[in-house]
């Protein structure tokens, strides 16, 4: 948006019913993109970049598969040197499948979501004991796999394979929604922005017009101040013309997140360690390490001890805030020490710092540490 032009923000748009450049101009959309895509992508480990892909190198598609996976929910800077340490440990789908379980979620702790691991490891052993090692090319085949949606079924069969598939994440949601100037709102309007996504995706060089989408909506048409004035897309851009780019996609007001509570025990032995329980498999954080606690619920019990793992002199060491996709987590930490007598439930123990645990258990455990250390 230039200076001193003031963007006209509706609150809702109208429905649009017909789109916004005729049919033949939107056949230019995917060579503008392609060729900013040639001097602007950006350079990421699991990329085969259009310069190399012109000297004939073709995208990994478990590394494609991987960084997608990573990728749900997850930024890119977060993800880039996790994504580096997966393929070092494991470089290929047949390394992964034949990891324990237990070692994959280890390696994920942190990047959240963690039924996502679990399915992570089902989809590599499907992929090596049922496909030979080798990935459906198909968006029909990969959505067949384990852990694989819609969503990760078209970026895997465009990207890796080029398959002419339709890929729409949030970028591009929010790219394509300007482009037309959908005015419908989120999330009803998908159906229409995939619609609009088909009908200016090219039958040629479908991964690399995938990538380049993605890369505009991070870099050029962001949520935020977008650079219209150096978009090159512009020319096609509906919402650019109505100098109210901001105001795309529609989306309705969020309801409030609701609050959850619960309490939880950092116990230490007498060499420092930490108890840690395996979660139950399924559920928030299933199969994942954790301080033992009680259950997460919006009115919690009032004899929070009776799920403490062991009978002791517990310290309350404050509260922590962790806030999950839809709800708010508030967890009181208590902190023990063992002494002779105590008796305490099955678990691992761990030093603190070699724990690999999810980000609401670190907090948890860095706020029993600090308590302890200063008490
Ligand atoms: Fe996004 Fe602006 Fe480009 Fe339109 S012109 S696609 S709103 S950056």
């Known amino acids: 948006m230039a200076d001193g032009v003031k963007p006209i923000i509706p609150k809702t748009m109208p429905a649009r019913k017909t789109l916004p450049n005729p049919p033949e101009k939107l056949l230019s959309v995917a060579p503008a993109l392609l060729a900013w895509y040639g001097r602007a992508a950006r350079d990421l480990p699991w990329r085969v970049g259009p310069a190399a892909r012109r000297k004939g190198a073709r995208p990994d598609p478990y590394a494609v598969w991987l960084s997608e996976i990573m990728l749900q929910q997850t930024t890119v800077a977060t993800v880039r040197p996790r994504f580096e340490a997966f393929l070092e440990r494991w470089p290929t789908v047949e390394a992964l499948a034949a990891a324990p379980v237990e070692d994959v979620l280890a390696e994920w702790a942190g990047l959240g979501y963690y039924a996502r691991a679990r399915n992570l490891h089902k989809c590599a052993r499907a992929v090596a004991l049922e496909h030979g090692g080798v990935f459906p090319q198909t968006e029909e085949g990969l959505r067949a796999l384990p852990g694989i949606g819609a969503y990760t079924a078209a970026a895997v069969a ?119 329980e395996r979660r139950e498999d399924k559920g928030l954080l299933g199969g994942m390490l954790g301080l033992p606690g009680t259950a997460w619920a919006e009115h919690p019990g009032a004899d929070v001890f009776v799920s403490a793992p062991a009978q002791a002199k517990w310290i309350e060491a404050g509260a922590i805030r962790h806030t999950f996709t839809h709800f708010h987590l508030d967890l009181d930490v208590y902190f023990a020490d063992e002494n002779r007598r105590t008796e305490c439930v099955m678990g691992e123990w761990l030093e603190p710092e070699a724990a690999r645990l999810p980000t609401v258990m670190k907090k948890a455990l860095g706020r029993a540490l600090a308590a302890r250390k200063s008490g």
């Open 158 to 276: 465009a990207i890796a394979f080029d398959a002419p598939a339709v890929v729409v994440d949030g970028n591009v949601e929010r790219v394509v929604a300007r482009l037309f100037a959908i005015g419908e709102p989120l999330p009803k309007a998908r159906p229409e922005i995939r619609k609009a996504a088909g009908s200016i995706t090219p039958r040629e060089r479908p991964g690399d017009f995938a990538q380049a989408m993605m890369d505009l909506g991070a870099a050029v048409c962001t949520p935020r101040a977008p650079k219209c004035l150096i978009c090159p897309l512009a020319g096609f851009c509906a919402a650019f013309k109505q100098r109210a780019a901001e105001a795309f996609p529609v989306k309705k007001a969020k309801a409030e997140k609701p609050t959850r509570r619960g309490a939880i025990f950092a116990f230490f032995n007498s060499k420092g360690e930490v108890l840690l």
